[in-house]
Nanobody, 132 residues
Framework: EVQLQASGGGLVEAGGSLRLSCATS????????IGWVRRAPGKEREGVSS?????????????YYRDSVKGRFTISRDNAKKTVYLQMNSLKPEDTAVYYC????????????????????WGQGTLVTVSS
């Protein structure tokens, strides 16, 4: 059974930082690109960031960030721990949302998904609340 376990959310003041973790099990981690998607209150889901797989000898270095988080968020993967992290700095109230991690297999490396509908598996969310 594939499981994606997101954690690390919480309440933080504007300007603060959080690190989200997505621990995976039941899948061939190397073959999957992993992403973070969020849903803010009253809004549609939106892709936040993603990181490519490491299959075919790739280093897994291709990343995607939506414009509003560029320069503030950093995604990374620890292949030994089968975990993906999202370091979020300089948080803003508009970052308040439930953050979900998701996994997709695309048969190619160096591809970081940008469309939330590309993912095969989803985890439960973790709530991030940024106070002003």
């Amino acid at each position: 059974e594939v499981q994606l376990q997101a954690s690390g959310g919480g309440l933080v003041e504007a300007g603060g930082s959080l690190r989200l973790s997505c621990a995976t099990s039941g899948l061939s981690f190397d073959r999957y690109a992993i992403g973070w998607v969020r849903r803010a209150p009253g809004k549609e889901r939106e892709g936040v960031s993603s990181i490519s797989s490491i299959e075919f000898g790739s280093s897994g270095g291709r990343t995607y960030y939506r414009d509003s988080v560029k320069g503030r968020f950093t995604i990374s993967r620890d292949n030994a721990k089968k975990t993906v992290y999202l370091q979020m700095n300089s948080l803003k109230p508009e970052d308040t949302a439930v953050y979900y991690c998701a996994a997709g297999q695309f048969g190619r490396s160096e591809y970081a998904p940008t469309d939330i509908y590309e993912y095969d598996y989803w985890g439960q969310g973790t709530l991030v609340t940024v106070s002003s």
